[in-house]
């Protein structure tokens, strides 16, 4: 069956960074846009960042431009997302979707000092 499996979430200071990693299975991962979504507490679910298949293309939202970068390995069937300078309004569960629009479960991301 398809899975998307998220890691490398926690807790973080202002200004640090992490890289989220998704690791997908039960589908031809290299035949798949990819992308990430972020859900803060109390608020809709926003678009952070999309991959074509061949991580020839990538868009991201206005608010982590310059900041995030995502990218793939489609011989480890693997999107990554690293974070960088992130801000408390980055807080939020972090989660994959490929191309049939299935989800993962999602990794917690939380930044606090």
């Known amino acids: 069956q398809v899975q998307l499996v998220e890691s490398g979430g926690g807790l973080v200071q202002p200004g640090g960074s992490l890289r989220l990693s998704c690791v997908g299975s039960g589908f031809t991962f290299s035949s798949h846009h990819m992308n990430w979504y972020r859900q803060a507490p109390g608020k809709e679910r926003e678009l952070v960042a999309t991959i074509t298949n061949t991580g020839s293309s990538t868009t991201y939202a206005e608010s982590v431009k310059g900041r995030f970068t995502i990218s793939r390995v489609n011989g480890k069937n693997t999107v990554y997302l690293q974070m960088n300078s992130l801000k408390p309004e980055d807080t939020a569960v972090y989660s994959c979707?490929?191309?049939?629009?299935?989800w993962g479960r999602g990794t917690q991301v939380t930044v606090s000092s």
């Open positions: 979707k490929n191309s049939w629009n299935y």
